[in-house]
């Protein structure tokens, strides 16, 4: 079952089943650029799904500053483009600002949340990284030979602590006496397209002992893969499935289907159902990947005993804690 028909039950699958959209749908990548391959180009390939199943068109643009955003939104809803897909969390407050100009435009901000009282048109996505990140952590620990893991965010934000917070209890939940290293690249947006800070931050883990390293920092995120991999110790990727990267390198990757959600709303057209969505383990929306580049890395032992966790967490069993929800963490200190 589908992510958007999952969550929103009957209602939406009949909104989303209504047949094409007579408009075009647009897609703003956040900053870091559409080929960062993760969470942008997630989004990219979600687009690319949609264009290729459906035969329809779309148009997207790069933001290359702040400034752009709230011209981009405008842009694009003046043009009669609907819906206006979004990536990033930034794009909260400049949909709160144009959204209400143009109340016949479905915008969608994914990872970024608009009050849908006050604002009945947008959609706001967001996933429980949390979740995945448990299970990572998980895979982390047991794969770990000196008991010290790491974790090299982007920009210092709540989100990107709720990846390190959750990797943090998966990585205990298997090895009360593990260390885990946190750090993040930077404070601005800068820091989601800074490769070589990411390498750095890396050696800096190694130096400390860290033999997995798990990065959740966009473009930033390839210079953790690429100093993992150059090191000779393994990674975790983010968002899209990085294995592919450094096959036999990347221990796994938490997924988080930005490029499903992103097809699905451009799906459904002018006839998406607004409101706000969470997507967990539950409906599919995170997880970890598992394919020929990973598969001698994860053994049988790691496999039983993360999807063990995953059922016990859909059901309740395990209640993995989200920093977003009071900006605190059990198992970890920033």
């Known amino acids: 079952m589908s992510l958007m028909k999952h969550f929103l039950g009957a209602a ?22 559409k080929f960062d391959k993760s969470f942008n180009e997630a989004a990219y390939n979600g687009a690319e799904a949609y ?17 752009q955003r709230e ?30 100009d143009y109340p016949e435009t479905k915008f969608v901000t994914i990872d970024g949340f608009v009050n849908p009282q006050e604002h009945p048109n947008v959609l706001s996505i ?15 620990a047991m794969a770990s030979e000196t008991g010290i893991v790491g974790f090299i965010g982007g ?4 989100l990107i602590r709720k990846f390190a917070c959750g990797y943090a209890q998966g990585a205990l939940a298997v090895n009360p006496d593990a260390n885990v290293i946190a750090n993040m690249t930077g404070t601005t947006p800068a820091a989601w397209n800074d490769p070589v800070k990411g390498s750095e931050l890396t ?24 100093t993992a991999a150059d090191e000779d110790i393994l990674s975790i990727g983010v968002d899209s499935n990085q294995n592919y990267l450094h096959p036999g390198q990347v221990l796994t990757s938490m997924l988080k289907r930005v490029d499903v959600a992103v097809k699905e709303a451009m799906e459904a057209g002018e006839n998406l159902e607004t409101g706000v969505m969470v997507l967990g ?6 997880g970890y990947a598992l394919d020929d580049d990973n598969a001698p890395l994860v053994s049988d032992e790691m496999k039983t005993a993360v ?25 970890l200190s920033f």
């Open 203 to 226: 050696k800096a883990q190694i130096s400390q002992g860290a033999d997995v390293i798990y990065a959740a920092a966009g473009g930033t995120g390839l210079g953790v893969l690429q």
């Open 12 to 33: 939406a699958t009949l909104a989303l089943g209504a047949g094409a959209a007579l408009a075009d749908p647009a897609l703003i990548y956040d900053l870091g650029g």
């Open 155 to 158: 920009m210092d934000i709540p």
């Open 281 to 286: 383990l539950a409906e599919n929306g995170v």
């Open 126 to 140: 967001l996933f429980s990284e949390h979740e995945g990140s448990y299970l990572v952590g998980m895979m982390a």
């Open 307 to 331: 999807d063990a966790a995953r059922e016990q967490i859909i059901a309740g069993e395990i209640e993995v804690h989200d920093y977003s929800s009071d900006d605190s963490c059990p198992a």
């Open 51 to 67: 264009a290729a199943e459906t035969g329809g068109s779309y148009r997207d643009i790069e933001l290359q500053s702040e400034a």
């Open 71 to 100: 011209q981009a939104l405008r842009r694009f809803a003046e043009a009669g483009f609907n819906p206006v897909v979004t990536t990033g969390f930034s794009m909260s407050s400049p949909i709160a600002s144009v959204a209400a």
